[in-house]
T-cell receptor, first 114, second 114 residues
Framework: DAKTTQPPSMDCAEGRAANLPCNHSTISGNEYVYWYRQIHSQGPQYIIH???NNETNEMASLIITEDRKSSTLILPHATLRDTAVYYC???????????????FGQGTTLQVKP | DAGVIQSPRHEVTEMGQEVTLRCKPI?????LFWYRQTMMRGLELLIYFNNNVPIDDSGMPEDRFSAKMPNASFSTLKIQPSEPRDSAVYFC????????????FGPGTRLLVL
């Protein structure tokens, strides 16, 4: 699976958009980009995933560049409860041969400030 | 939906004792994962099961660790004998295979080995 690079930490003002970048320059054509987050003292939580098109759900938006070498997770209106470690993970496509293994890096610690 | 259930939530034991961690996956999910998280090593996958069968145990640190999944609704992770370096938070996660890598994590078991 392709390796990802994320900044170790970021700050964001409450109510503003939080834009978390991720580089995955060695991504393969069949690899998806997944985002999880881990709020302090809790288990990781799935946020969103995508292949090449931009995706949006009730939690966030995922913007993937056309060459797929980087992506940005957007939390449109960050709240204090969004303070967490955010993990960007690249994983091969799901299917009958999918073995389900996720490899978590160090992630980005997002601090939302009042 | 009760989510993934783990027990105990906290465990304090002495070196050399046997420790058993328990996990009940989300009903209907057919993949189960055990992770360990420490400050030094981050979040590591120990072992995972598909349809109750262990698929990859390459993350299991040594023979002192063993995991079982006797049925679709229960799994155990056992450490015997325990050592202080086993102190960590152990997470269990489950997934419905074939539906992307949306893994649902439990609250974790905080293990302290004295």
């Amino acid at each position: 699976d392709a390796k990802t690079t994320q900044p170790p930490s970021m700050d964001c003002a409450e109510g503003r958009a939080a834009n978390l970048p991720c580089n995955h320059s060695t991504i393969s054509g069949n690899e998806y980009v997944y985002w999880y987050r881990q709020i302090h003292s809790q288990g990781p939580q799935y946020i969103i995933h995508g292949l090449k098109n931009n995706e949006t759900n009730e939690m966030a938006s995922l913007i993937i560049t056309e060459d797929r070498k980087s992506s940005t997770l957007i939390l449109p209106h960050a709240t204090l409860r969004d303070t967490a470690v955010y993990y960007c993970i690249v994983r091969a496509s799901h299917g009958s041969s999918n073995t389900g293994k996720l490899i978590f890096g160090q992630g980005t610690t997002l601090q939302v400030k009042p | 939906d009760a989510g993934v259930i783990q027990s105990p939530r906290h465990e304090v034991t002495e070196m050399g004792q046997e420790v058993t961690l328990r996990c009940k996956p989300i009903s209907g999910h057919n993949s189960l994962f055990w992770y360990r998280q420490t400050m030094m090593r981050g979040l590591e996958l120990l072992i995972y099961f598909n349809n109750n069968v262990p698929i990859d145990d390459s993350g299991m640190p040594e023979d002192r660790f063993s995991a079982k999944m006797p049925n679709a609704s229960f799994s155990t992770l056992k450490i015997q004998p325990s050592e202080p370096r086993d102190s960590a938070v152990y997470f269990c996660a489950s997934r419905l295979s074939g539906f992307a890598e949306t893994q649902y994590f439990g609250p974790g078991t905080r293990l302290l080995v004295l």
